[in-house]
């Protein structure tokens, strides 16, 4: 039968059960997350006289976690209202409830008997077909569940979530040995497609993939970290951006995990596979030991490898002195400095990593070079080794590695970047044992992991002993690939032009953080020029990069202020409105796409298509008020369409509209998600969600075409904006002088405020009226100039072009 999954219910509501319950509500899937009732009161309830029978007392537990879920920063949930649909019980008076949902996840202690209890429990009431999952780590799905029905086996897998499960794509999904096939297609497809995330199929072994190779990685590296005599600082410069991993490098990630979690997994690791040739290195260190005894846990105790600590009222971060286990001020990483700064140099992560790993080899005395070798060499070698017990295909091990702890590369992906058996020599030129799989691959000639094969990637398989095509969704298009199979039809450094298939383009921009210049206003004009021929149907606008876009290029549109120069200026205010109107009124339909960073005249281009595609993690906002500015390619006339315009044609509240649009500019708020962003009014009730961001072009093209089939005709050019006049802008006044008396706004963040009211408003008219939109455009140009002649704007300008920061004057 098919699986449908409509409800949910998470059983434990410490850190990953309340984040899952609150990822799954955010697709708008009702969630059920129980805990057991506490069996003492708390002093306080002792003091209200309440027993452990109250209502409130029953469910104190599975509260706490649900408040700690819904104020964690950053944010487990895509809106505030996705809290709503979860709801609260305890695993006594509540367990029945299990019998109506459609998935139910275990994510309690991590520790066999317990979870064997409640799976027992689970299969007493639990409806057939429904799914059980295990969010265990690395527990066995078989001995969790030991002892269940035949029927419970076939829909019982794992589904271990990595932690933010929001903000980490990886979701490793482990069948059991009896697990229904049918089920875990389900599960998976369930996965990708509404919850967003990067699935991995993992065989039924110790940690699995992700958990069993991390710990590795981190113990192989403080081994040789404590031998060799680096520092926190040291060690967390070289193993972070600098080899394509985050910002958490080595000792923050460790803190962030909580160093007293590493010692148990890497402790149970050691148990749980005797025949790892490596099983040595799981054994946990004394410095860990130490710092676990001391209370050195990691971030939630306050103190790790790093403590946060008060210096003259500013707060830093002090390292750990791995020696002597004292916290000393940040001391920098200048032994390693040269050699980083001279690495940095190569923006190209391959070629850098192949400089290090090369210096590694003729430079023994470059501690830099030698740690980066030492990071990078043995995790590639055991993942290689580890296969196929763990998994079968060298893209599931990269995949885990790269969606579960946010690396540029998996370890065969940087294999095949340094070479395969340039590699394989640097391994064995340090002892390090290369996988007999590998060696065999060596001597058939094969020079790579991956290959293309006529416009298909492959990827090796180890249990096949063959290059297999890797699956892929229909919606999931490479802007990458379609470039190297040269489908780009115009472009130029900050923007390009791709034919994305079945009649449909994509502008793409490409420049430094996707900014808006005089290059994409080129190339605007030319698409839209091309997009007449009777071969395309629609345009896409988006990109695969890291952001959709930061807005406009500020250095452009400072220029010609520095040189007073302010008819340049307006003429590059009119090219901007000139080229968004363009898009909005296009003949065919242009479907936009946003994801990530979406801010300023990013989020102006973002608002002209006439179907909006967003990714769930777009974080949208017009925030030109924070430079001095207002919105300056048609930000405030859009605003005032959709939701001033809006609420008057619907006999609405037309000041709270107005409120509503005002406040949104002038405190410059930035939505967390695509459901704010929807809640703001930066998107419409009818665009489009889209979880999985693979996806995200590939969803655009489908609403292209859509909208292309349907005798699509153009938005009606005409009077679709209502200025409210000099009424409302008078409350604005009034709400502005408010602000300053008290103290939440200088004197000029009153005067930008006053011109971005006088805009919203539409002017100072007698009578509110709908007005065409050029008459909105007008205003908005018109103030955006005058601002930008006034020093205090162009100080605020110049204090974000040079130091990234925003200037209160």
Same mark, same amino acid.
């Given at each position: #039968?098919?699986y449908?999954?409509?409800?949910?219910?998470?059983?434990?509501?410490?850190?990953?059960?309340?984040?899952?319950?609150?990822?799954v509500?955010?697709?708008?899937?009702?969630?059920?997350?129980l805990?057991?009732?506490p069996?003492a009161?708390?002093?306080?309830?002792?003091?209200?006289?309440?027993?452990?029978?109250?209502?409130?007392? &029953?469910?104190?537990?599975?509260?706490?976690?649900?408040?700690? #879920?819904?104020?964690?920063?950053?944010?487990?949930?895509?809106?505030?209202?996705?809290?709503?649909?979860?709801?609260?019980?305890?695993?006594?008076?509540?367990?029945? /409830?299990?019998?109506?949902?459609?998935?139910?996840?275990?994510?309690?202690?991590?520790?066999?008997?317990?979870?064997?209890?409640?799976?027992?429990?689970?299969?007493?009431?639990?409806?057939?077909?429904?799914?059980?999952?295990?969010?265990?780590s690395?527990?066995?799905?078989g001995v969790i569940?030991?002892?269940?029905?035949?029927?419970?086996? =076939?829909?019982?897998?794992g589904?271990?979530?990595?932690?933010?499960?929001?903000?980490?794509?990886?979701?490793?999904?482990?069948?059991?040995?009896?697990?229904?096939?049918?089920?875990?297609?389900?599960?998976?497809?369930?996965?990708?497609?509404?919850?967003?995330?990067?699935?991995?199929?993992?065989?039924?072994?110790?940690?699995?993939?992700?958990?069993?190779?991390?710990?590795?990685?981190?113990?192989?590296? !403080?081994?040789f970290?404590?031998? @060799?005599?680096?520092?926190?600082?040291?060690?967390?410069?070289?193993?972070?951006?600098?080899?394509g &991993?985050?910002?958490?490098?080595?000792f923050?990630?460790?803190?962030?995990?909580?160093?007293?979690?590493?010692?148990?997994?890497?402790?149970?690791?050691y148990?749980?596979?005797?025949?790892?040739?490596?099983?040595?290195?799981?054994?946990?260190?004394?410095?860990?030991?130490?710092?676990?005894?001391?209370?050195?846990l990691?971030?939630?105790?306050?103190?790790?490898?790093?403590?946060?600590?008060?210096?003259?009222?500013?707060?830093?971060?002090?390292?750990?002195d791995?020696?002597?286990?004292a916290?000393?001020?940040?001391?920098?990483?200048?032994?390693?400095?040269?050699?980083?700064?001279e690495?940095?140099?190569?923006?190209?992560?391959?070629a850098? +990593?192949?400089?290090?790993?090369?210096?590694?080899?003729?430079?023994?005395?470059?501690?830099?070079?030698q740690?980066?070798?030492?990071?990078?060499?043995?995790?590639?070698?055991y993942?290689? &080794?580890?296969?196929?017990?763990?998994?079968d295909?060298?893209?599931?091990?990269?995949?885990?590695m790269?969606?579960?702890?946010?690396?540029?590369?998996?370890?065969?992906?940087?294999?095949?970047?340094?070479?395969?058996?340039?590699?394989?020599?640097?391994?064995?030129?340090?002892?390090?044992?290369v996988?007999?799989?590998?060696?065999?691959?060596?001597?058939?000639?094969?020079v790579?992991?991956?290959?293309?094969?006529?416009?298909?990637q492959?990827?090796?398989?180890?249990?096949?002993?063959r290059?297999?095509?890797?699956?892929?969704?229909?919606?999931?298009?490479?802007?990458?690939? !379609?470039?190297?199979?040269?489908?780009e039809i115009?472009?130029?450094?900050?923007?390009?032009?791709?034919?994305?298939g079945?009649?449909?383009?994509?502008?793409?921009?490409?420049?430094?953080?996707n900014?808006?210049?005089g290059?994409?206003?080129?190339?605007?004009?030319?698409?839209?020029?091309?997009?007449?021929?009777?071969?395309?149907?629609?345009?896409?606008?988006?990109?695969?990069?890291?952001?959709?876009?930061?807005?406009?290029?500020?250095?452009?549109?400072?220029?010609?202020?520095?040189?007073?120069?302010?008819?340049?200026?307006?003429?590059?205010?009119?090219?901007?409105?000139?080229?968004m109107?363009?898009?909005?009124?296009?003949?065919?339909?242009?479907?936009?796409?946003?994801?990530?960073?979406?801010?300023?005249?990013?989020?102006?281009?973002? #608002?002209?298509?006439? /179907?909006?595609?967003?990714?769930?993690?777009?974080? #949208?906002? +017009?925030?030109?008020?924070?430079?001095?500015?207002?919105?300056?390619?048609?930000?405030?006339?859009?605003?005032?369409?959709?939701?001033?315009?809006?609420?008057?044609?619907?006999?609405?509240?037309?000041?709270k509209?107005?409120?509503?649009?005002?406040e949104?500019i002038?405190?410059?708020?930035?939505?967390?998600?695509?459901?704010?962003? =929807?809640?703001?009014?930066?998107?419409?009730?009818?665009?489009?969600?889209?979880?999985?961001?693979?996806?995200?072009?590939?969803?655009? &093209?489908?609403?292209?075409? @859509?909208?292309?089939?349907?005798?699509?005709?153009?938005p009606?050019?005409?009077?679709?904006?209502?200025?409210?006049?000099?009424?409302?802008?008078?409350?604005?006044?009034?709400?502005?002088?408010?602000?300053?008396?008290?103290?939440?706004?200088?004197?000029?963040?009153?005067?930008?405020?006053?011109?971005l009211?006088?805009?919203?408003?539409?002017?100072? !008219?007698?009578?509110?009226?709908?007005?065409?939109?050029?008459?909105?455009?007008?205003?908005?140009?018109?103030?955006?100039?005058?601002?930008?002649?006034?020093?205090k704007?162009?100080?605020?300008?110049?204090?974000?072009?040079?130091?990234?920061?925003?200037? /209160?004057?």
């Amino acid at each position: #039968m098919p699986y449908q999954i409509k409800r949910v219910a998470v059983i434990g509501a410490g850190t990953m059960g309340a984040a899952i319950a609150g990822l799954v509500a955010g697709t708008g899937i009702p969630v059920l997350l129980l805990d057991m009732p506490p069996t003492a009161l708390t002093a306080d309830e002792e003091a209200k006289g309440l027993h452990l029978s109250h209502p409130t007392v &029953r469910n104190r537990i599975v509260k706490q976690g649900f408040d700690r #879920m819904r104020s964690a920063r950053p944010a487990n949930l895509l809106s505030a209202v996705s809290a709503e649909l979860i709801s609260l019980g305890n695993t006594e008076d509540d367990f029945d /409830r299990l019998a109506e949902c459609d998935w139910i996840v275990e994510a309690i202690v991590e520790k066999i008997a317990p979870k064997q209890a409640l799976m027992a429990r689970i299969e007493a009431v639990r409806k057939p077909g429904s799914l059980v999952t295990s969010n265990t780590s690395g527990i066995p799905i078989g001995v969790i569940a030991a002892g269940r029905s035949a029927e419970f086996r =076939r829909h019982f897998f794992g589904t271990h979530f990595f932690n933010p499960p929001r903000y980490l794509k990886l979701l490793e999904l482990i069948p059991g040995a009896d697990s229904d096939p049918a089920a875990v297609a389900a599960m998976r497809e369930f996965a990708e497609i509404t919850l967003g995330k990067g699935v991995v199929i993992c065989k039924d072994r110790p940690n699995f993939i992700g958990n069993r190779l991390g710990t590795f990685s981190a113990m192989s590296d !403080l081994r040789f970290i404590l031998d @060799k005599g680096y520092t926190v600082e040291e060690v967390d410069a070289l193993t972070g951006p600098l080899i394509g &991993r985050p910002n958490t490098a080595t000792f923050r990630l460790l803190d962030l995990a909580g160093n007293d979690i590493m010692a148990y997994v890497a402790d149970n690791l050691y148990d749980a596979i005797p025949d790892d040739e490596s099983r040595a290195t799981f054994r946990s260190t004394d410095l860990l030991q130490k710092m676990v005894a001391a209370g050195k846990l990691g971030k939630k105790a306050n103190q790790g490898f790093y403590k946060e600590t008060k210096v003259d009222g500013k707060r830093e971060f002090w390292p750990l002195d791995l020696q002597t286990l004292a916290y000393v001020p940040p001391q920098g990483s200048a032994d390693v400095q040269s050699f980083i700064d001279e690495m940095k140099a190569i923006k190209d992560l391959p070629a850098r +990593l192949r400089a290090m790993l090369q210096r590694a080899s003729a430079a023994p005395e470059e501690r830099g070079a030698q740690l980066v070798a030492q990071t990078l060499l043995p995790v590639m070698a055991y993942a290689a &080794r580890r296969l196929p017990e763990i998994a079968d295909s060298v893209a599931d091990v990269d995949n885990a590695m790269r969606w579960g702890f946010a690396q540029e590369l998996g370890p065969f992906q940087i294999w095949d970047a340094l070479g395969l058996a340039e590699t394989a020599a640097l391994m064995e030129a340090r002892d390090i044992e290369v996988a007999h799989w590998v060696k065999a691959l060596l001597a058939q000639g094969e020079v790579s992991f991956y290959k293309m094969t006529d416009g298909q990637q492959l990827a090796y398989d180890v249990t096949q002993r063959r290059y297999v095509v890797l699956p892929r969704h229909p919606l999931a298009i490479s802007l990458a690939e !379609l470039k190297a199979q040269g489908k780009e039809i115009a472009g130029n450094q900050s923007a390009g032009l791709i034919d994305i298939g079945a009649g449909v383009l994509c502008f793409e921009l490409r420049g430094k953080a996707n900014t808006i210049d005089g290059y994409v206003l080129e190339l605007a004009e030319e698409t839209l020029r091309i997009l007449q021929d009777e071969c395309w149907v629609g345009l896409v606008v988006g990109n695969q990069g890291a952001r959709f876009s930061a807005g406009a290029n500020l250095r452009d549109l400072a220029t010609p202020v520095e040189f007073g120069d302010f008819d340049t200026l307006n003429d590059l205010l009119q090219a901007f409105h000139a080229m968004m109107q363009a898009f909005r009124f296009a003949p065919k339909p242009v479907v936009t796409a946003p994801f990530g960073q979406t801010l300023g005249g990013g989020a102006e281009l973002a #608002m002209v298509g006439v /179907r909006t595609v967003a990714a769930a993690e777009t974080y #949208m906002g +017009l925030v030109e008020f924070g430079v001095g500015l207002i919105p300056g390619a048609g930000g405030c006339k859009e605003l005032n369409r959709r939701i001033i315009a809006e609420a008057a044609r619907n006999g609405g509240d037309t000041l709270k509209a107005f409120q509503r649009v005002f406040e949104a500019i002038s405190l410059a708020k930035v939505a967390t998600s695509a459901l704010e962003a =929807r809640e703001l009014g930066f998107l419409r009730a009818d665009d489009v969600i889209v979880f999985n961001q693979d996806l995200l072009i590939g969803a655009a &093209r489908q609403e292209v075409l @859509k909208l292309a089939e349907n005798d699509y005709a153009p938005p009606v050019a005409g009077a679709n904006c209502y200025a409210m006049g000099r009424d409302a802008l008078a409350a604005a006044r009034v709400a502005i002088y408010q602000m300053v008396q008290g103290g939440y706004a200088s004197e000029y963040d009153a005067f930008i405020a006053d011109k971005l009211a006088f805009v919203l408003a539409g002017g100072e !008219l007698s009578s509110p009226q709908f007005v065409d939109e050029q008459y909105i455009l007008d205003l908005e140009r018109t103030m955006f100039v005058e601002l930008a002649r006034q020093e205090k704007t162009q100080a605020r300008a110049r204090a974000m072009l040079e130091t990234g920061k925003l200037l /209160r004057n």
